[in-house]
């Protein structure tokens, strides 16, 4: 047993060791000439059996080799982080795995079968299940089937939980929410799992796509976010929350480019209890809100952060927050503001980085109220970029007008943004939309639209990438004073 | 303001009654997982069949763990998780015509003769190793970087407390505060997983 010393109870010792990161308010110099404090506080911390397991535990992070032996001979070479690596990557699913839980296939190119479905491949995994693209023999249409990661089809909360899920989610009809068409229950040979038989969406999700292609397109961002957003707001209007709106939960219908939202894993209605619980997982805490991430009650605006994530990923290609680990992410969302949209990609107009980052504020006040205001906002936004000599950037997006500019070449360059959006554009409306803006000319330029543009300076900055040659006709054009 | 504290957070095991309860489980996959998949490694298993290991391991917890722990007097968890997975390991490379990776089949047995000790020591070791990790990432992240850095140079680096202190601008006396908070922070942290049990 160690003495005690005059200037240190081991009370106060204990109050250093839990204070925060201020330090102790008092001098603390009487700890470096005072062994008997020292050790006292060394030994409040930790026996002094935990302080050499973790110092061994620790070193052995860094460098693995030094003065252990594995006790087998094979794999001594072998560095356990990077088996600890591998797995962790790996945590996912692997076909076979995801074969063990279905009944032999009928023919050989199949995987297996579950009820009167033949599964063809795996299409995803996650937290709560698998996703499997299938066959319906009897309606003769491809689905996707998820069902319960094996370990939770065991648990009785786990099915009433997916079952509330599931039929949550088929409450909810929107053309931009994935439909659901049923649940079922396996038979014996399926060891009698539940299982959720969706549409299957051919094209992959968001996210795939900004893997594959980085920022997207300033018309692709306003579609895919309006549909989006509309696809929440139906979910809102059945009294549903996604809680995990991200790229990867975001569907693109290749053929219509309809992007629609899926996976309502964590979504809870609104009047579930265990609502306010944090859906916390360690390894996409990327697209949380900060209302999720201090574990306090969430509500449909949390959804709105999530879109606002989302929005960010397509403009700059990542997640407005990022770092080394987890806890470093979940630190960012709720302390940091993210880096400035613009300043990442040119291309996109500061408008809409005004819109991102309203949805991205850190109080749920301080966001849109709703989805659909958000859908509806978007929706004149897109407008807008299409036809900005017909359509005006929505008022509240305005700012006041800074600088003349020379109309004519302008114009010409709004009728190009036009062009290229046109191409996109698939909302029901009169086809030829892209020949309507063609015919816009320089003469028929209203004086009005022309003022609409030239609130938006920095819209300049993605038309001189876009159309170089205008520039070179006219270097004044591009000679204004960079935004504040 | 970070979720769950650890402090405030019932066993790990016992959330794992609850198999719905998805943190619980991710944060056990996350301390598990690279352990028995690295034991499955080591039996000469192929990465693609280890995986398979870690799940099938994962799939019998879950399907037993509450026997474990309606025993009156259970074994330690990890000893009770570690004869899980060596036997699904075994039967994994036995089953397979060749043993996995070019290794013959009765290597698997001879594996499986080897003296218990090692065995379980080795998976001790690694298990706290694996804990202290992840204790580690969330310190790191919640405490001042001086106050990380005062501890990894002193305890992990070996390097004095005085150069520690003359290297980050701190006092003495607060190099001695930073390291001993962040052991204790770490060792609170590792407390819900048992290690020193
Ligand atoms: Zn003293």
Same mark, same amino acid.
């Given at each position: 047993m160690i003495?005690?010393c005059a200037?240190y109870?081991?009370?106060?010792?204990r109050?250093?060791?839990?204070g925060?990161?201020d330090?102790? @308010?008092?001098s603390v110099d009487?700890?470096?000439?005072?062994?008997?404090?020292?050790a006292? #506080?060394? *030994?409040l911390? %930790?026996?002094a059996?935990?302080w050499?397991?973790i110092r061994d535990s620790?070193?052995l992070?860094?460098?693995?080799? /030094?003065?252990?032996?594995?006790p087998l001979e094979?794999n001594?070479?072998r +560095?356990p982080?990077?088996?600890r690596d591998h797995?962790?990557?790996h945590?996912?699913?692997?076909?076979?795995?995801?074969k063990?839980?279905?009944?032999p296939?009928s023919?050989p190119?199949m995987l297996?079968?579950?009820?009167?479905y033949?599964v063809?491949?795996?299409i !995803?995994?996650?937290?709560m299940g698998?996703v499997?693209?299938a066959y319906d @023999?009897?309606?003769?249409?491809?689905?996707a089937i998820k069902l319960l990661?094996?370990?939770l089809? !065991?648990?009785?909360?786990?099915?009433n939980r997916?079952?509330?899920?599931?039929r949550?989610?088929?409450?909810v009809?929107?053309?931009?929410?994935v439909?659901?068409?049923?649940?079922e229950? !396996?038979n014996e040979q399926d060891?009698?799992?539940?299982?959720?038989v969706?549409?299957f969406i051919?094209?992959g999700?968001?996210q795939?796509?900004i893997?594959?292609?980085g920022p997207?397109?300033?018309?692709? $961002?306003?579609?895919?976010?309006m549909?989006?957003?509309k696809g929440?707001?139906? %979910?809102?209007?059945?009294? #549903?929350i996604?809680?995990?709106v991200?790229?990867?939960? $975001?569907?693109?219908?290749?053929?219509?480019d309809?992007?629609l939202?899926?996976?309502?894993g964590?979504a809870r209605?609104?009047d579930?209890?265990?609502?306010?619980?944090s859906g916390?997982?360690?390894?996409?805490?990327h697209y949380?809100?900060p209302e999720?991430?201090?574990?306090?009650?969430?509500d449909?605006?949390s959804d709105?952060f999530?879109?606002g994530?989302?929005?960010?990923?397509m403009?700059?290609?990542? /997640?407005?927050?990022?770092?080394?680990t987890?806890?470093?992410?979940l630190r960012r969302?709720?302390d940091?503001?993210?880096?400035?949209?613009?300043? @990442?990609?040119a291309?996109i107009?500061?408008?809409?980085?005004?819109?991102?980052?309203?949805?991205?504020?850190k109080?749920?006040?301080a966001r849109?109220s709703?989805a659909f205001?958000?859908y509806?906002?978007?929706?004149k936004?897109?407008a807008h970029?299409?036809?900005p000599? $017909?359509?005006?950037?929505p008022?509240?997006l305005q700012?006041?007008p800074?600088r003349r500019?020379?109309?004519?070449v302008?114009?010409?360059?709004?009728?190009?943004?036009a062009?290229?959006c !046109?191409?996109?554009w698939?909302?029901?409306r009169p086809?030829g939309?892209?020949?309507?803006?063609?015919?816009v000319?320089t003469?028929?330029v209203? @004086?009005e +639209?022309?003022?609409?543009w030239? +609130?938006?300076?920095?819209?300049?900055?993605?038309l *001189?990438?876009?159309?170089?040659p205008v520039?070179?006709?006219?270097?004044?054009l591009?000679?204004?004073e960079?935004k504040? | 303001?970070?979720?769950?504290p650890?402090?405030t957070?019932?066993?790990?095991?016992?959330?794992?009654?609850d198999?719905a309860?998805?943190?619980?489980?991710d944060?056990f996959m996350?301390?598990?997982?690279p352990l028995?998949?690295?034991?499955?490694?080591r039996q000469?298993l192929?990465a693609v069949?280890?995986e398979?290991?870690?799940?099938?391991?994962?799939?019998?917890?879950?399907?037993?763990? &509450?026997q474990?722990?309606?025993?009156?007097?259970?074994?330690?968890f990890?000893s009770?998780l570690l004869?899980i997975?060596r036997?699904?390991?075994i039967k994994?490379?036995?089953?397979?015509p060749?043993g996995?990776?070019?290794?013959?089949?009765e290597?698997?047995?001879n594996?499986l003769?080897?003296?218990?000790?090692d065995?379980?020591?080795?998976?001790?070791?690694?298990y706290?190793q694996?804990v202290y990790?992840?204790?580690?990432?969330?310190?790191?992240?919640t405490?001042?970087?001086?106050?990380?850095?005062?501890?990894?140079?002193? &305890?992990i680096e070996?390097v004095?407390?005085?150069?520690?202190?003359?290297?980050?601008g701190?006092?003495i006396?607060n190099v001695y505060?930073?390291?001993?908070r962040?052991?204790?922070r770490?060792r609170?942290?590792?407390?819900?997983?048992?290690v020193?049990q």
């Open positions: 003495r005690t200037s109870s081991d009370d106060q010792l109050q250093l060791l839990l925060n990161d330090g102790p @308010t008092g009487h700890l470096a000439e005072c062994s008997n404090c020292q006292r #506080l060394e *030994r911390a %930790a026996d059996e935990q050499s397991e620790l070193q992070e860094r460098d693995f080799e /030094p003065g252990f032996e594995l094979n001594r070479s +560095s982080n990077k088996d797995w962790l990557r945590a996912t699913w692997t076909e076979s795995m995801a063990s839980l279905l009944s296939a023919h190119e297996g079968r579950i009820g009167r033949d063809e491949r795996l !995803g995994s996650g937290g698998v499997f693209k @023999t009897e309606l003769n249409r491809p689905v990661a094996p370990y089809a !065991g648990s009785g909360s786990a099915r997916f079952a509330r899920e599931a949550a989610a088929a409450a009809v929107d053309d931009h929410v439909p659901i068409h049923n649940v229950t !396996g060891n009698g799992q539940p299982f959720l969706m549409k051919p094209g999700s968001l795939q796509r893997d594959r292609e997207l397109e300033l018309c692709e $961002i306003l579609r895919i976010g549909q989006a957003a929440l707001a139906a %979910a809102h209007a059945q009294g #549903l996604h809680r995990d991200k790229p990867s939960n $975001i569907l693109l219908d290749e053929g219509v309809r992007a939202i899926t996976d309502f964590l209605t609104t579930d209890a265990s609502l306010t619980r916390f997982h360690p390894g996409t805490p949380m809100s999720q991430v201090r574990g306090e009650a969430i449909a605006r709105l999530g879109l994530c989302v929005m960010y990923a403009c700059t290609g990542h /997640p407005p927050f990022r770092s080394e987890s806890y470093a992410v969302i709720t940091d503001t993210p880096r400035s949209i613009c300043e @990442t990609n291309l107009p500061e408008w809409i980085e005004r819109i991102v980052m309203k949805l991205l504020a109080s749920r006040e849109y709703s205001e958000v509806t906002l978007l929706e936004c897109l970029v299409q036809q000599t $017909i359509v005006p950037l008022v509240e700012q006041k800074q500019l020379w109309l004519p302008l114009a010409i360059a709004s009728i190009g943004i062009l290229t !046109g191409v996109w698939t909302q029901p086809v939309n892209a020949d309507t803006a063609t015919v000319s003469e028929t209203s @004086t +639209s022309v003022l609409q030239e +609130s938006d300076l920095p819209e300049m900055e993605s *001189r990438r876009d159309f170089v520039e070179k006709k006219s270097t004044k591009w000679d204004i960079p504040q | 303001m970070l979720p769950s650890p402090e957070r019932a066993s790990l095991i016992v959330r794992l009654r198999v309860d998805v943190a619980a489980w944060e996350t301390i598990y997982g028995v998949y690295r034991l499955a490694i000469g192929q069949d280890a398979d290991v870690v799940q099938q391991v994962f799939i019998a917890v879950a399907q037993s763990v &509450h474990w722990l309606d025993r009156p007097q259970p074994n330690r990890r009770w004869t997975a036997n699904i390991a994994t490379l036995t089953r397979r060749h996995g990776v070019g290794l013959g089949g290597r698997g047995w594996d003769a080897a003296p218990d000790g065995w379980s020591s080795q998976f001790d070791f690694e706290r694996e990790r992840w204790a580690a990432e969330q310190v790191q992240n405490v001042a970087s001086n106050t990380w850095k005062a501890f990894q140079l002193t &305890h070996g004095s407390i005085a150069a520690a202190a003359e290297r980050l701190m006092s006396g505060i930073a390291r001993s962040v052991v204790n770490l609170e942290l590792a407390k819900q997983f048992e020193s």
